[in-house]
T-cell receptor
Framework: DVKVTQSSRYLVKRTGEKVFLECVQD?????MFWYRQDPGLGLRLIYF???????EKGDIPEGYSVSREKKERFSLILESASTNQTSMYLC?????????????FGNGTRLTVT | AQKITQTQPGMFVQEKEAVTLDCTYD???????LFWYKQPSSGEMIFLIY??????QNATEGRYSLNFQKARKSANLVISASQLGDSAMYFC???????????????FGKGTKLSVIP
């Protein structure tokens, strides 16, 4: 079974702090994604990566950056956390085999910025 | 650009009854894939079922089936014999847009909250 592990289930940070959300997958997947989930808005793509050191902006990249130094690890960075970044963050991975490859998700990190 | 629409914010169904969750999509790509995910209150996203645009038959996975009507651009999820454990958010998703290097993003709808009544 594919396992995608997010380092924290719940996180509380203060405005202006630098925040790191870590994600590790154990299935040698090429693609990794960071989504943000908010009530009534569904899942929105922040950033994704299709190879080590490669990154692409999603629909809402503002205020975020990412790092992928190793194939199994994809980090989301909030350079200066703000209250409007309070949300559920979901990491996912998939193989690069085409249109029928489902995304496998981690359990999510619920971030609160106060 | 791809777009997924789920028009039912919330649905109720009696235990052991069947329920249909609606999903319509919009794309200009001739080849595409459609997915349904389940998200229980615990938060994890669980992959349920996949339908390819060229698949001749509707996809089925146990109690889940996908009613795929290509001309209408709809991909409704049918859950037969509902169980209390089916209470969750359900998301329809479509592959696209193309991300480069042979990979694709998934575009999600806003979800439908299903509540199963005993």
């Amino acid at each position: 079974d594919v396992k995608v592990t997010q380092s924290s289930r719940y996180l509380v940070k203060r405005t202006g702090e630098k925040v790191f959300l870590e994600c590790v997958q154990d299935m040698d997947h090429e693609n990794m994604f960071w989504y943000r989930q908010d009530p009534g808005l569904g899942l929105r793509l922040i950033y994704f990566s299709y190879d080590v050191k490669m990154k692409e902006k999603g629909d809402i990249p503002e205020g975020y950056s990412v790092s992928r130094e190793k194939k199994e690890r994809f980090s989301l960075i909030l350079e200066s956390a703000s209250t409007n970044q309070t949300s559920m963050y979901l990491c996912a991975s998939s193989t690069r085999t085409g249109e029928n490859s489902p995304l496998h998700f981690g359990n999510g990190t619920r971030l609160t910025v106060t | 650009a791809q777009k997924i629409t789920q028009t039912q914010p919330g649905m109720f169904v009696q235990e052991k009854e069947a329920v249909t969750l609606d999903c319509t999509y919009d794309t200009s790509d001739p080849s595409y894939g459609l997915f349904w995910y389940k998200q229980p209150s615990s938060g994890e996203m669980i992959f349920l079922i996949y339908q390819g645009s060229y698949d001749q038959q509707n996809a089925t996975e146990g109690r889940y089936s996908l009613n795929f009507q290509k001309a209408r651009k709809s991909a409704n999820l049918v859950i037969s014999a509902s169980q209390l454990g089916d209470s969750a958010m359900y998301f329809c998703a479509m592959f696209g847009p193309y991300s480069g290097a042979g990979s694709y993003q998934l575009t999600f709808g806003k979800g439908t909250k299903l509540s199963v009544i005993p």
